[in-house]
């Protein structure tokens, strides 16, 4: 980081009788050029008009970072908090149409009036009001958002006193001149007066010290403040700079006014650059530095000094920036780079192994698009699936909005959209990084006749087609279906292609009906999936119970069940396993041979005949009927007491 004199700009000289400054470097993020974006395409347009926007600087940098002045996507939000411990600087951005006015613009001009300003407000007075008047910048930009390339100046306007400015003591780090004492008082003394002001960090301040005592005030205070203080007049300024013989460029500006105001009655003025740096968790500010100036007398007239402040270009010289942001300022890009990110951050903070790659590469067949459907399709994408279809032939009614956050009062109108077409279309908009497919189609149920004639035979069977390849395709099933018959079908589908968990059972229970239970019970099989894919014999994997919640976790996530069981009447969760029953009408042996032997037209079998079917092929009917000689038998025994 190189420290320059007023201007022109030479090397820097430790030795020098003059004091310099390190001037600010911009700090211009990609959330900030994502923002100005948004803004031209969509309220700017082709108007060129200044814009007031806001940046902020931090002074609690290790040693060897630049004095930055940062701008990130708030920039243009006034009300916008400020980070903590981070001094505003408001500004004006000058935002060109073309390229051409962006070169030809006259940034004398610009820096001329931007001075104006900060002199009109020291003579008025109001800076010592409002102190952030001294740290005004400038933004000059071009944005071509057809290369998303972005040239920018940044100026950071200082006024210069005609003569520099002497020094009459040379910086030292405020370790070295003051006790532990004066400066856990001086600590105490800014925080409260932040604290009173409202404020994240204070920009100048007023201070007088003893032996062990400290006292900072608001740069409007000033009559009266030094009173009771013999010898030097003391000020603070929230210093950017870390290096230890330089202050930042802050400073400049408080000078010109301290000069203004006070030049006539103060020789000299001392001037401790407030660092505040936290290493380890270790708070510290004995690295500030202190040093005396002569204050020049009667410097200057009525007119606006001279100012500089045009930011330097990569290559040291006198010109502006480019930025390429061609790879990641696409808004699909951006939208998918951030999701990631914000998986990694995750990944990085609370879980750090975490396998992600096998949850976002996994693919999911959501069969049902309504309530669970909908809550489990957004659960995915905030667990960053891309990979995502819906199965569901109904279409959507005036009831389903308020219950099935995909989908809008529009799309009821004029008979409604098909669920599964509406719920892929939606999940497009909200993400586009998602891969969403939708089937309008029906599943074939057991008891359900599909022989009335050829047509429907033919349907059938392409119905059966489609669903075999669409869960052969995917990796995670998710039956979110009415019925228990609905389910049937792609149980025995995903059972015979080895995509169903170990300890498994036939869910018998149905649509839920209070309406947060949707969201609870869609968030947690997406939970579930999660879990299951974090174990290392994925869907073989033993089943976690109740009873295992105080023995050592299986994965990093915990817990591995397969299965809950919630009452939301008492807020209570268990955990039931049970092995796969040997007569399940779904996913028995008997059931997965005679479909994996005859295929549709063992399936055509049970679509047109009666529940006893499967229950008579599976030896369910047979354990009825012993059930309830078993039954009687005990109640004969029973009377006969």
Not at 405 to 434: H, M, N, T, W
Not at 455 to 461: E, G, K, L, P
Not at 595 to 621: I, P, Q
Request: hydrophobic share 40%.
């Amino acid at each position: 980081m190189a420290a320059v004199s007023n201007e022109p700009h030479h090397p820097v000289d430790p030795g020098s009788s003059k004091l310099q400054f390190a001037p600010f470097s911009s700090a211009l993020n990609v959330g900030f050029w994502h923002e100005l974006t948004q803004k031209k395409l969509n309220e700017y347009r082709l108007d060129e008009t200044p814009k007031v926007i806001k940046g902020y600087y931090y002074n609690g940098d290790p040693s060897g970072f630049p004095a930055r002045l940062t701008l990130e996507f708030s920039a243009f939000d006034m009300n916008a908090a400020i980070p903590a411990r981070c001094c505003p600087a408001f500004g004006t951005l000058y935002n060109t149409n073309t390229f051409e006015a962006f070169k030809s613009c006259d940034k004398k001009s610009l820096l001329e009036k931007e001075a104006n300003e900060i002199w009109e407000s020291i003579k008025s007075g109001a800076a010592l009001e409002n102190p952030l008047l001294l740290n005004r910048f400038l933004l000059l930009t071009f944005a071509d958002l057809k290369k998303y390339h972005f040239y920018y100046w940044f100026c950071y306007p200082a006024l210069c006193f005609p003569d520099g400015i002497h020094i009459v003591q040379k910086p030292v780090c405020l370790g070295d001149r003051f006790s532990l004492n004066q400066i856990q008082a001086l600590q105490k003394a800014y925080d409260e007066l932040c604290q009173s002001e409202g404020v994240t960090a204070f920009p100048y301040f007023l201070i007088k010290y003893h032996d062990n005592s400290v006292v900072v005030s608001p740069l409007k205070k000033w009559d009266g403040f030094f009173q009771d203080q013999e010898g030097k007049v003391t000020v603070g300024v929230y210093d950017p700079c870390n290096l230890s013989h330089y202050p930042g460029w802050p400073l400049r500006n408080f000078l010109i006014l301290a000069s203004h105001k006070w030049g006539n009655i103060l020789q000299s003025i001392e001037v401790l650059c407030f660092r505040d740096r936290t290493m380890q968790g270790v708070r510290d500010i004995t690295h500030s530095i202190i040093f005396e100036i002569k204050l020049p007398q009667g410097a200057f007239g009525p007119d606006c000094p001279k100012a500089v402040g045009w930011e330097k270009n990569q290559k040291g010289g006198m010109g502006p920036r480019v930025v390429n942001l061609s790879e990641c300022m696409d808004p699909k890009r951006l939208a998918e780079s951030s999701v990631d990110l914000n998986l990694k951050l995750m990944c990085w903070r609370l879980v750090p192994t975490l396998d992600l790659e096998k949850i976002v590469s996994a693919k999911c067949l959501l069969l049902g698009a309504g309530t669970l459907g909908c809550s489990v399709a957004r659960t995915l994408m905030g667990w960053g699936v891309r990979k995502i279809t819906f199965v569901d032939n109904a279409r959507i009614s005036y009831s389903n909005p308020v219950r099935q956050p995909l989908y809008e009062f529009e799309d009821c109108l004029s008979g409604g959209k098909p669920k599964a077409l509406a719920a892929a279309e939606r999940l497009q908009k909200i993400f586009p990084g998602v891969n969403s497919e939708g089937y309008n189609m029906s599943i074939p149920m057991p008891g359900h006749p599909v022989n009335f004639s050829e047509v429907t035979m033919a349907q059938a069977r392409k119905d059966v087609a489609t669903l075999e390849e669409l869960i052969d395709a995917h990796d995670v099933v998710f039956l979110l279906m009415d019925t228990r018959e609905s389910r049937w079908l792609p149980a025995v589908i995903a059972a015979s292609k080895r995509k169903s968990t170990r300890d498994r059972t036939l869910d018998q229970q149905c649509t839920v009906s209070r309406p947060g239970l949707a969201m609870i019970a869609g968030a947690l099989a997406v939970e579930l999936m999660v879990s299951v894919l974090q174990h290392p014999e994925g869907g073989y994997a033993v089943a976690s119970s109740s009873d295992d919640r105080m023995n050592e976790p299986p994965t990093s996530l915990g817990l591995v069940p397969h299965q809950i069981r919630g009452f939301l009447s008492r807020f209570d969760n268990v955990l039931p396993v049970s092995l796969a029953f040997d007569k399940c009408t779904a996913c028995s042996p008997k059931v997965l041979d005679q479909y994996e032997r005859e295929g549709f037209n063992f399936l055509a079998k049970v679509f047109n005949s009666s529940h006893s079917f499967l229950e008579d092929l599976t030896g369910l009917t047979l354990l009825h009927q012993e059930t309830q000689a078993a039954e009687i038998w005990d109640m004969s025994d029973d009377e006969t007491v």
